[in-house]
Nanobody, 125 residues
């Protein structure tokens, strides 16, 4: 049973930084890509960033590129999202997610089989 548990959300001011963490368990972590998604009130869940199983390649949504950094520690089965220069429009529940297929990359939320419970990030202006 795959389990994903996020932590690190909170209330910050615009321009501040925050780091989210996701602890994974239940399968061989280093065979799977991992991603972060977010969902703001009244909006659909959207892609934020994805990282390859080796950690050597990453991709970002245009809205966060240059401000957010996704990383992973395969030895610790952990995923991270470093968020800098936060803006009020970054306010959302942030979810880590994993696909059910090894060595597979997708940006489509419908292809992610496992999700954490989410962590709230609120950025005040």
């Amino acid at each position: 049973q795959v389990q994903l548990v996020e932590s690190g959300g909170g209330l910050v001011q615009a321009g501040d930084s925050l780091t989210l963490s996701c602890a994974a368990s239940g399968r061989t972590f280093n065979r799977y890509a991992m991603a972060w998604f977010r969902q703001a009130p009244g909006k659909e869940r959207e892609f934020v960033a994805v990282i390859w199983w080796t950690g050597g390649t990453t991709r970002y949504a245009d809205s966060v590129r240059g401000r957010f950094t996704i990383s992973r520690d395969n030895g610790q089965n952990a995923l991270y999202l470093q968020m800098n220069s936060l803006k009020p429009e970054d306010t959302a529940i942030y979810y880590c997610a994993a696909p059910n297929v090894e060595y597979y990359i997708t940006y489509n939320r419908n292809e992610y089989a496992f999700w954490g419970q989410g962590t709230q990030v609120t950025v005040s202006s």
